[in-house]
């Protein structure tokens, strides 16, 4: 079995800034990408921010240059730092990786985490 726990979540005033993070836990082989997804009310969930096993990145063109993605491949999480935040970044933001899991060889699944929502006030 393999989980994905988001926390940091929680309610701030626009221009401050939040700190989200996701730990995977299970029989893990290894970790490909990983990634934050977001989705507020009546919208699409959308990709917020990707990165690599390597550590290469990929970013929505809303949050560039406010939000920056890292991971940490030794404790299989990943992080996603948000500054300046804005109304428009309230959702509920979803951890996901692509994990390549034990005594499954060649096999490779996507995972979602439950969700951890963010506010942010004007």
């Known amino acids: 079995q393999v989980q994905l726990v988001e926390s940091g979540g929680g309610l701030v005033q626009a221009g401050e800034s939040l700190r989200l993070s996701c730990a995977a836990s299970g029989s893990i082989l290894s970790i490909n990408a990983m990634g934050w997804y977001r989705q507020a009310p009546g919208k699409q969930r959308e990709l917020v921010a990707s990165?690599?096993?390597?550590?290469?990145?990929n970013y929505a063109g809303s949050v560039k240059g406010r939000f920056t993605i890292s991971r940490d491949n030794a404790k299989n999480t990943v992080d996603l730092q948000m500054n300046s935040l804005k109304p428009e970044d309230t959702a509920v933001y979803y951890c996901?990786?692509?994990?390549?899991?034990?005594?499954?060889?060649?096999?490779?699944?996507?995972?979602w985490g439950q969700g951890t929502q963010v506010t942010v006030s004007s």
């Open positions: 996901n990786a692509d994990i390549s899991r034990q005594f499954m060889s060649g096999r490779h699944m996507i995972y």
């Open positions: 990165i690599s096993s390597g550590g290469s990145t």
